[in-house]
Structure formats: C-alpha cells, structure tokens
C-alpha cells in the first residue's frame, strides 16, 4: 500500500482530521499534539477518539504520525526548557495510548554548545526516563539538517542515542528528505547509497516514517528551508523514486511542504499518479 499524507491541523480533534485527510486524497496524515510554539494540550475527548477510530476503519486510514512540538528540546541547556521537554514527552506519550500502535515524531533537539556528546546523552537519559515498558507508541527520531547545535545530522548521532536507550525496541528513525538532502546525503544522486548508509549504521528496520519535502538549499548547506515538491534543489523525479524506492514500501510518506489544502491535495494527486 502506498501510504500518503500530509500534516493536518489538530483544532477540530480526532475525528476533523480524518475527515480531512480524507477530503485531501490522504490515507495517513501527521499532526501536533500540541501548540508546536508553545506547550499546551487540547483534552482528549472519549467520543471523538471513537468517531475517529471508526471513521480511519472506514476510510482505511491505519498509520498516523504524531508529532511534537518544536518547542521540546530534550538536549537543552536552561532547566526550565529541559523541565518541559521531559513534562511534554511524558504526557504526549500517555495520549498517544488513546491511538494504540502509532508513530511519535521528535526533533532530537539542540545542544546549544555543550557539545555534541553531551546533547546525545541529555537525550537518552530524557528517553529513558520517559519510555515505559507495554507502551504501544513506536518513538522516532527525526533525522536533521545539522544547522547550527542540532542532534540528528548524521546517522552516527541517531545511532548513538538509540545505543544508550534500556527500550531500544520502541525507538524508531523518520527520515525527513529535506533535511538529509541539506546535511549531504545526496538522495537524487545516490539515493541507494545513502539507504545502504542509513542501514549499515542504524538499520532499515528501524525506519518507520519520511517526510517528503523538497529542499530551497543545495546538498549539504546545512540550513533546513522546506520546499514544494517541484520548487526546490532536489529533482521532483528523485523524491518519486523516493516513494517507489523497494526499501521504503509501506511506510507512511509525510509531506511537510509549504502548502494550503489545494496544494497538499494537489501533490498527493501528483503522487499517486507517479506510483502507476
């Protein structure tokens, strides 16, 4: 199954996004789980989780990508913003029960100079604390652009998080394209290449997600700007192959370009077609 989506907005609840997933040509979708510029949490409701459920049953939709907000820096320096990085990703992960067996997406974070080593082990010691042992929720992290202090632009940092972690069996990777294309993974010339990478250090099972964006910067610039399929540096032709690519059968494709609804709709479309 080629599973297809795009971020959608968690307003109207549970049972609003279905729907419009489903209005898009969606059959996956991601969404935050709460305000991704500050903190807060809308209540979950019994009744719209059960409308929700029953309506992905309907429309098949059965893989869905939580994310969290960009707010939650598990590797931070101050200890108000380490405090609510650990509050959040402990209470996002007691919602996403509501939703049994999905994905939760999170930028490894910043380590704002003290170092690499150190953001790395500030992560683990987060993810152990809040990782719990029967939880259904696979944890992924997000593969990044290496601006700046960021965690996650090589492959080698993602491994060395999962290595430290007591639960490695509910830590998973979602590939972001715009984001290893930018940290110099050249996915449009050697998109073989860099899966046969990603597998000797981190392994393919592991991978869980992709966030299928293109790119407004050259490979390896380091700067994580998101672009519509057909508008950026990355060939349209190569994140097609991206989709089609044998590896990558099954998983949930998430596009997090820079769209309104018609344009989302208009790319799933593309997409789709590009499968035939």
Not at 126 to 148: D, I, Q, R, S
Not at 265 to 272: G, P, V
Request: one cysteine or more.
């Amino acid at each position: 199954m080629f599973r297809i989506g795009c971020h959608i907005s968690s307003a109207g609840g549970y049972l609003a996004m279905a729907k419009r997933a489903e209005a898009l040509g969606a059959n996956t979708f991601a969404f935050f789980t709460r305000n991704p510029r500050g903190g807060s949490a809308k209540p979950i409701e019994d009744a719209d989780i059960a409308a929700f459920h029953a309506e992905c049953a309907r429309t098949g939709i059965d893989r869905l990508v939580a994310h969290a907000p960009y707010t939650l820096n598990p590797c931070a320096a101050k200890p108000n913003v380490a405090e609510f990085a650990h509050m959040a990703f402990s209470d996002d992960l007691q919602r996403m029960e509501h939703t049994p067996g999905q994905l939760y997406n999170f930028h490894p974070g910043s380590h704002v100079g003290q170092g690499i080593d150190v953001g790395i082990e500030k992560i683990a010691v987060l993810l152990n604390e809040v990782l719990f042992p029967g939880m259904t929720t696979t944890v992924l992290l997000e593969t990044m652009a290496g601006k700046g202090s960021e965690v996650g632009g090589r492959f080698e940092q993602l491994r060395a998080i999962i290595d430290r972690l007591q639960l490695q069996e509910h830590v998973g990777v979602c590939l972001d394209t715009c984001h290893v294309w930018d940290a110099g993974y050249d996915i449009a010339g050697d998109l073989d290449g860099v899966l046969a990478e990603f597998d000797r250090v981190i392994g393919l099972e592991r991978l869980h997600a992709v966030h299928l964006n293109n790119s407004l910067n050259s490979c390896g610039s380091h700067k994580d700007r998101h672009a519509k399929l057909h508008d950026g540096c990355i060939p349209p032709e190569a994140l097609v192959r991206v989709t089609q690519h044998p590896a990558l059968a099954g998983l949930p494709f998430i596009l997090e370009t820079p769209n309104d609804d018609a344009g989302y709709a208009q790319e799933i479309a593309w997409l789709r077609a590009a499968q035939k």
